[in-house]
């Protein structure tokens, strides 16, 4: 299976603002929905944010207001703004497919966020 490729992770101070991304071949194409997720250090993973094929979008109430998903046209990526940044938002965040047969994908390594008080 094709595998998922998160990016653009990194530190920041509380208040600030990373873009992340994920990248995957033919996901537009194939109509697939894109969901992030985050895991903390000793939690379960937990769903953050989708965009649907017809770009409707969904959030966690816990990043509502200040995270913004989007997809980039024809490039196959799926990007993740975050402002505001809170320490709480610190993880690991993967991206993952959701759909028919071609939306079928490997986790990826996903990308580090650090947020410090």
């Known amino acids: 299976q094709v595998q998922l490729v998160e990016s653009g992770g990194g530190s920041v101070q509380a208040g600030g603002s990373l873009r992340i991304s994920c990248t995957t071949p033919?996901?537009?194409?194939?109509?697939?929905?894109m969901d992030w997720y985050r895991q903390a250090a000793g939690k379960q993973r937990e769903w953050v944010a989708s965009?649907?094929?017809?770009?409707?979008?969904d959030y966690a109430d816990s990043v509502k207001g200040r995270f913004t998903i989007s997809k980039e046209r024809y490039k196959d990526t799926v990007l993740l703004q975050m402002n505001s940044l809170k320490p709480d938002d610190t993880g690991i965040y993967h991206c993952?497919?959701?759909?028919?047969?071609?939306?079928?994908?490997?986790w990826g390594q996903g990308t580090q966020v650090t947020v410090s008080s």
């Open positions: 033919e996901f537009a194409s194939a109509g697939c929905d």
């Open positions: 965009i649907a094929t017809d770009g409707t979008t």
């Open positions: 993952m497919t959701r759909g028919g047969a071609g939306c079928l994908r490997n």
